[in-house]
């Protein structure tokens, strides 16, 4: 079976119309079919569109950042963070060194323990995606053996970890 690498802008709001998220003004997003590069729901809403059209994809939260789940907030002391510096609710990093850590976010800061919330920033959310498809052409065997879209060079302009 072919599949296909979709090349697309896309302005992201929740479902009061709030901006989240946009590629517009940046580089476009390309993803490998079936890969799972984007949430699931996305992926649905999109497939079979062709290059040009412009549509909105409504995607319910658990086909895109899944339901929030509250025991994914926990109670942490400060001294045992790799974090400098003053630490407020609504900041966010890297639950550890590698790259792919969670992020966690502060929800709030009570003497010296944190609550820290592990829930992906979008858990939880109906998200409304506008999107533009630029591009869509099949995928090289290359792209189907490393599971992700390749940029104008091949493998080597992206930070995939397969560079060979
Ligand atoms: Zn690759």
Redesign the pocket.
Request: net charge negative; proline share 0%.
């Given at each position: 079976m072919s599949r296909n690498v979709v090349t697309f802008h896309y302005t992201l709001r929740d479902t009061a119309g709030q901006v989240l998220d946009a590629s517009i003004g940046g580089e476009p997003i390309s993803f490998l079919e079936g890969s799972g590069q984007i949430v699931e729901g996305l992926e649905e809403g999109m497939r079979g569109l062709a290059a040009g059209v412009k549509a909105k994809v409504g995607v319910p939260a658990a086909k895109a950042y899944g339901e929030r789940d509250e025991t994914q907030v926990q109670r942490v002391l400060k001294s045992l963070l790799p974090v400098e510096g003053e630490i407020k609710p609504g900041d966010q990093f890297r639950a550890g060194e590698d790259a792919f850590a969670p992020i966690v976010t502060v929800r709030g800061v009570e003497g010296d323990e944190l609550l820290l919330d592990a829930n992906h920033p979008l858990a939880g959310l109906d998200l409304e995606f506008e999107i533009e498809v630029l591009a869509v052409r099949a995928a090289t065997n290359?792209?189907c053996?490393?599971?992700?879209a390749?940029g104008g060079g091949?493998?080597g302009n992206?930070d995939?970890g397969?560079?060979s």
């Open positions: 290359e792209e053996e490393h599971g992700h390749h091949g493998c992206h995939c397969c560079k």
